[in-house]
């Protein structure tokens, strides 16, 4: 006899095994319905958090550029006051900061040269995707291998 309810002092009742194997999925159907819910909820006070960092990142970011404009107009006045003319001060400014960003780039494209594929990222994943399929690395550690196979070192039984 199958007692269908947790309640010890309840009677047990007769139920096929149909009824058992639809239980079981409307109970786990209902178990992924609520944690789906939880997860949607969790998500979503996350983004309202993320987005309201966001908003203040933009915020912040547009004050930055700002000040930056301004200090450049004050560099370039500086210029001004030590009897460049108008056009000299603000042009050299501008090439200061076209050298700067040329050198900026040439870092960028000697960085990016160095870049690779995450390799070991890619042959794990690769291995965990022919591990679900069944299939088995040519590389893989088996039972039979011996320590010494495996690490290059020779293993005595006795402690010494």
């Known amino acids: 006899m199958i007692n269908t309810t947790n309640d010890p002092?309840?009677?047990p009742t007769q139920r096929s095994i149909g009824e058992l194997v639809q239980s079981?999925?409307?109970e786990l159907l209902g178990v992924v319905h609520h944690e789906i819910d939880?997860?949607?909820k969790e998500i979503t006070a996350l983004g309202i958090k993320v987005g309201i960092i966001a908003?203040?990142?933009a915020v912040l970011l547009f004050l930055l550029l700002s000040a930056w404009v301004m200090l450049l107009f004050a560099?370039?006045?500086g210029l001004q006051a030590l009897g460049l003319?108008?056009?000299g001060s603000f042009l050299i400014v501008a090439g200061v900061?076209?050298?700067l960003g040329a050198i900026a780039g040439l870092v960028a494209f000697l960085v990016s040269r160095k870049l690779k594929a995450p390799e070991t990222t890619i042959e794990t994943a690769q291995s965990a995707v022919q591990a679900v399929q069944g299939k088995r690395r040519s590389n893989a550690v088996s039972y039979d291998d011996t320590f010494e196979e495996l690490y290059g070192k020779q293993v005595s039984a006795r402690t010494e």
């Open 55 to 57: 908003a203040m990142a």
């Open 9 to 11: 002092s309840t009677p």
């Open 38 to 40: 939880i997860a949607k």
């Open 97 to 99: 900061f076209i050298l």
């Open 85 to 87: 003319p108008a056009w």
């Open 24 to 26: 079981i999925r409307d």
């Open 75 to 77: 560099a370039a006045t």
